[in-house]
Protein backbone atom coordinates (compact mmCIF):
# COMPACT_ATOMS: atom_id res chain seq x y z
CA UNK A 1 0.00 0.00 0.00
CA UNK A 2 1.10 3.37 -0.75
CA UNK A 3 1.77 5.45 2.85
CA UNK A 4 0.36 8.47 1.18
CA UNK A 5 -3.22 7.14 0.72
CA UNK A 6 -3.82 5.59 3.94
CA UNK A 7 -5.27 6.18 6.73
CA UNK A 8 -3.92 4.69 9.96
CA UNK A 9 -5.16 4.08 13.36
CA UNK A 10 -2.16 4.36 15.57
CA UNK A 11 -2.51 2.66 19.59
CA UNK A 12 0.21 4.48 22.13
CA UNK A 13 0.54 7.29 19.56
CA UNK A 14 1.46 9.79 21.83
CA UNK A 15 4.34 8.64 22.95
CA UNK A 16 7.23 6.49 22.49
CA UNK A 17 7.44 4.07 19.73
CA UNK A 18 3.90 5.16 18.55
CA UNK A 19 4.73 8.77 18.30
CA UNK A 20 7.80 8.37 15.94
CA UNK A 21 5.62 6.73 14.05
CA UNK A 22 2.66 9.01 13.69
CA UNK A 23 4.94 11.56 12.98
CA UNK A 24 6.82 9.32 10.87
CA UNK A 25 3.59 8.61 8.52
CA UNK A 26 2.21 12.60 8.80
CA UNK A 27 5.43 13.08 7.03
CA UNK A 28 5.15 10.57 4.66
CA UNK A 29 1.50 11.82 3.51
CA UNK A 30 -0.52 9.25 5.67
CA UNK A 31 -3.88 10.46 7.88
CA UNK A 32 -3.32 9.27 10.82
CA UNK A 33 -5.89 8.65 14.08
CA UNK A 34 -4.06 8.86 17.77
CA UNK A 35 -5.57 6.09 20.21
CA UNK A 36 -4.24 6.52 23.28
CA UNK A 37 -5.16 7.20 26.82
CA UNK A 38 -3.26 10.03 27.48
CA UNK A 39 -5.48 12.74 26.63
CA UNK A 40 -2.94 15.81 27.79
CA UNK A 41 -0.19 14.06 24.92
CA UNK A 42 -2.06 13.23 22.45
CA UNK A 43 -4.31 16.16 22.00
CA UNK A 44 -1.07 18.42 22.14
CA UNK A 45 0.62 16.31 19.53
CA UNK A 46 -2.06 15.82 17.11
CA UNK A 47 -2.30 19.70 17.65
CA UNK A 48 1.20 20.09 16.45
CA UNK A 49 0.68 17.93 13.08
CA UNK A 50 -2.44 19.51 11.69
CA UNK A 51 -5.58 18.79 9.94
CA UNK A 52 -4.56 15.19 8.92
CA UNK A 53 -4.53 13.96 12.23
CA UNK A 54 -6.96 13.51 14.89
CA UNK A 55 -6.55 11.97 19.01
CA UNK A 56 -9.04 9.79 20.59
CA UNK A 57 -8.29 9.04 24.43
CA UNK A 58 -8.81 4.75 24.21
CA UNK A 59 -8.64 2.12 26.40
CA UNK A 60 -7.58 -0.51 24.48
CA UNK A 61 -8.57 -3.12 26.72
CA UNK A 62 -12.20 -2.33 26.43
CA UNK A 63 -14.49 -2.98 23.12
CA UNK A 64 -16.28 0.38 22.90
CA UNK A 65 -13.60 2.47 24.14
CA UNK A 66 -11.77 0.94 20.63
CA UNK A 67 -15.48 1.09 18.75
CA UNK A 68 -15.55 4.75 19.36
CA UNK A 69 -12.28 5.64 18.02
CA UNK A 70 -12.45 3.91 15.50
CA UNK A 71 -15.36 5.39 14.63
CA UNK A 72 -14.11 8.81 14.95
CA UNK A 73 -11.38 7.82 12.78
CA UNK A 74 -14.24 6.31 10.02
CA UNK A 75 -15.98 9.88 10.50
CA UNK A 76 -12.76 12.06 10.31
CA UNK A 77 -11.10 10.48 7.17
CA UNK A 78 -13.77 8.09 5.65
CA UNK A 79 -11.45 4.78 6.01
CA UNK A 80 -8.78 2.89 7.97
CA UNK A 81 -6.14 0.83 6.38
CA UNK A 82 -3.54 0.16 8.76
CA UNK A 83 -4.03 -0.16 12.29
CA UNK A 84 -0.41 -0.29 14.56
CA UNK A 85 -0.54 -1.65 17.99
CA UNK A 86 2.05 -0.02 20.20
CA UNK A 87 -0.20 0.48 23.22
CA UNK A 88 1.78 -1.26 26.07
CA UNK A 89 2.87 -1.47 30.04
CA UNK A 90 6.13 -3.32 31.08
CA UNK A 91 5.80 -3.30 34.68
CA UNK A 92 8.47 -5.49 36.08
CA UNK A 93 7.92 -8.10 38.65
CA UNK A 94 9.16 -11.40 40.46
CA UNK A 95 6.48 -14.45 40.37
CA UNK A 96 8.20 -14.98 44.06
CA UNK A 97 9.29 -11.31 45.32
CA UNK A 98 10.15 -10.09 48.21
CA UNK A 99 6.67 -10.16 49.65
CA UNK A 100 5.64 -13.40 48.08
CA UNK A 101 3.96 -14.55 45.43
CA UNK A 102 3.07 -12.06 42.32
CA UNK A 103 -0.58 -10.61 42.55
CA UNK A 104 -2.24 -12.07 39.80
CA UNK A 105 -3.77 -9.01 39.08
CA UNK A 106 -0.37 -7.73 38.46
CA UNK A 107 -0.15 -10.10 35.92
CA UNK A 108 -3.17 -9.80 34.26
CA UNK A 109 -3.33 -6.32 33.71
CA UNK A 110 -0.06 -6.49 31.53
CA UNK A 111 -1.29 -9.42 30.13
CA UNK A 112 -4.88 -7.48 28.91
CA UNK A 113 -3.54 -4.13 28.37
CA UNK A 114 -0.56 -5.38 25.74
CA UNK A 115 -2.16 -8.97 23.98
CA UNK A 116 -5.85 -8.78 24.79
CA UNK A 117 -5.79 -5.14 23.96
CA UNK A 118 -3.93 -5.87 20.87
CA UNK A 119 -6.64 -8.48 20.01
CA UNK A 120 -9.00 -6.09 20.13
CA UNK A 121 -7.86 -3.38 18.42
CA UNK A 122 -7.36 -6.30 15.03
CA UNK A 123 -10.37 -7.55 15.52
CA UNK A 124 -12.34 -4.56 15.03
CA UNK A 125 -10.26 -2.41 12.79
CA UNK A 126 -10.18 -5.24 10.54
CA UNK A 127 -13.73 -5.39 10.23
CA UNK A 128 -13.54 -1.59 8.95
CA UNK A 129 -10.57 -2.81 6.74
CA UNK A 130 -12.59 -5.40 4.99
CA UNK A 131 -14.81 -3.09 3.66
CA UNK A 132 -12.45 -1.27 1.72
CA UNK A 133 -11.61 -1.08 -1.72
CA UNK A 134 -8.86 -3.35 -2.62
CA UNK A 135 -6.15 -2.07 -4.34
CA UNK A 136 -4.19 -3.90 -7.53
CA UNK A 137 -2.73 -6.54 -5.80
CA UNK A 138 -6.16 -7.32 -3.78
CA UNK A 139 -5.19 -5.67 -0.67
CA UNK A 140 -7.42 -3.81 1.48
CA UNK A 141 -5.68 -3.35 4.82
CA UNK A 142 -2.36 -3.83 7.52
CA UNK A 143 -2.39 -4.42 10.56
CA UNK A 144 1.33 -4.26 12.52
CA UNK A 145 1.81 -5.38 16.02
CA UNK A 146 4.30 -4.86 18.17
CA UNK A 147 6.15 -7.51 20.60
CA UNK A 148 9.63 -7.40 22.25
CA UNK A 149 12.88 -9.31 22.23
CA UNK A 150 11.78 -10.09 25.32
CA UNK A 151 8.84 -12.33 23.51
CA UNK A 152 12.46 -14.79 23.12
CA UNK A 153 14.13 -13.63 25.88
CA UNK A 154 12.56 -12.67 28.42
CA UNK A 155 14.42 -11.01 31.57
CA UNK A 156 14.10 -12.18 35.59
CA UNK A 157 10.99 -10.04 36.26
CA UNK A 158 9.90 -9.86 32.73
CA UNK A 159 7.52 -13.23 33.11
CA UNK A 160 4.10 -11.14 32.76
CA UNK A 161 5.80 -9.35 30.04
CA UNK A 162 7.13 -11.53 27.89
CA UNK A 163 3.88 -13.92 27.87
CA UNK A 164 2.32 -11.18 26.93
CA UNK A 165 4.54 -10.20 23.77
CA UNK A 166 5.08 -14.01 23.30
CA UNK A 167 1.52 -14.20 22.50
CA UNK A 168 1.40 -11.37 20.19
CA UNK A 169 4.40 -13.51 18.20
CA UNK A 170 2.28 -16.61 18.63
CA UNK A 171 -0.63 -15.39 17.11
CA UNK A 172 0.50 -13.28 13.94
CA UNK A 173 0.71 -16.20 11.18
CA UNK A 174 -2.24 -17.50 12.15
CA UNK A 175 -4.29 -13.93 11.84
CA UNK A 176 -2.16 -13.47 8.56
CA UNK A 177 -3.27 -16.91 7.10
CA UNK A 178 -7.35 -15.85 8.04
CA UNK A 179 -7.18 -12.39 7.18
CA UNK A 180 -5.65 -13.23 3.78
CA UNK A 181 -9.03 -13.82 2.44
CA UNK A 182 -9.82 -10.58 3.44
CA UNK A 183 -6.73 -8.81 1.31
CA UNK A 184 -5.42 -8.05 4.89
CA UNK A 185 -1.79 -8.44 5.63
CA UNK A 186 -0.54 -9.11 9.28
CA UNK A 187 3.22 -8.47 10.49
CA UNK A 188 5.05 -8.13 14.14
CA UNK A 189 7.91 -6.17 14.92
CA UNK A 190 9.85 -7.08 18.01
CA UNK A 191 12.35 -4.25 19.26
CA UNK A 192 15.09 -4.08 21.11
CA UNK A 193 16.28 -1.28 23.59
CA UNK A 194 15.10 1.52 22.27
CA UNK A 195 15.44 5.13 23.56
CA UNK A 196 11.97 5.19 24.97
CA UNK A 197 10.35 7.50 27.60
CA UNK A 198 11.01 4.08 30.45
CA UNK A 199 14.55 3.68 29.12
CA UNK A 200 15.33 7.88 29.22
CA UNK A 201 14.11 8.53 32.33
CA UNK A 202 16.62 5.66 33.77
CA UNK A 203 20.51 7.43 35.05
CA UNK A 204 22.85 7.99 31.97
CA UNK A 205 25.24 5.47 33.27
CA UNK A 206 22.43 2.96 33.30
CA UNK A 207 21.25 3.32 29.59
CA UNK A 208 25.09 3.83 28.47
CA UNK A 209 25.57 0.58 30.09
CA UNK A 210 22.33 -0.97 28.15
CA UNK A 211 23.57 0.74 25.13
CA UNK A 212 26.79 -1.83 25.40
CA UNK A 213 25.16 -4.95 25.19
CA UNK A 214 23.79 -4.39 21.43
CA UNK A 215 26.23 -5.75 19.09
CA UNK A 216 25.93 -3.45 16.83
CA UNK A 217 25.53 -0.49 16.45
CA UNK A 218 26.44 -0.25 19.96
CA UNK A 219 23.72 2.35 20.75
CA UNK A 220 20.19 2.10 22.10
CA UNK A 221 18.12 2.20 18.76
CA UNK A 222 16.39 5.73 17.57
CA UNK A 223 12.59 5.86 17.73
CA UNK A 224 12.83 6.77 13.96
CA UNK A 225 14.10 3.79 12.99
CA UNK A 226 11.35 2.04 14.02
CA UNK A 227 8.99 3.83 12.27
CA UNK A 228 10.59 3.47 9.28
CA UNK A 229 10.14 -0.14 9.72
CA UNK A 230 6.56 0.23 9.86
CA UNK A 231 6.43 2.64 6.89
CA UNK A 232 8.15 -0.23 4.82
CA UNK A 233 5.89 -2.68 6.02
CA UNK A 234 2.80 -1.00 4.86
CA UNK A 235 4.93 -0.17 1.13
CA UNK A 236 6.26 -4.22 1.02
CA UNK A 237 2.75 -6.33 0.23
CA UNK A 238 5.40 -9.43 0.60
CA UNK A 239 5.48 -9.00 4.19
CA UNK A 240 2.82 -10.49 5.66
CA UNK A 241 2.63 -13.32 8.70
CA UNK A 242 6.47 -12.40 9.88
CA UNK A 243 7.90 -11.74 13.44
CA UNK A 244 10.82 -9.20 12.63
CA UNK A 245 13.46 -8.47 15.41
CA UNK A 246 14.34 -4.98 15.16
CA UNK A 247 17.08 -5.09 17.84
CA UNK A 248 20.54 -4.39 16.57
CA UNK A 249 21.40 -8.65 16.99
CA UNK A 250 20.80 -8.17 20.97
CA UNK A 251 19.78 -11.47 23.00
CA UNK A 252 18.88 -10.54 26.17
CA UNK A 253 20.70 -11.90 29.17
CA UNK A 254 18.64 -12.97 32.46
CA UNK A 255 18.99 -10.18 34.52
Not at 218 to 230: N, T, W
Amino acid sequence: METKYCVVAVTGGASGLGEATVCDLVEHGAKVSILDFDDKKGEKLAAALGDGVIFCKTDVTVENSVLEALDKTMDAFGAIHVAVNCAGVGTPMKVLGKNGPMPIDSFNKVVQVNLVGTMNVIRLAAGNMARNTPNKDGEKGVVINVASAAAFEGQIGQAAYSASKGGIVSMTLPIAREFAEYGIRVMTVAPGLFHTPMLASLPENVQEALAKTVPFPKRLGHPSEFAMLVRHIIENSMLNGETIRLDGAIRMQPR
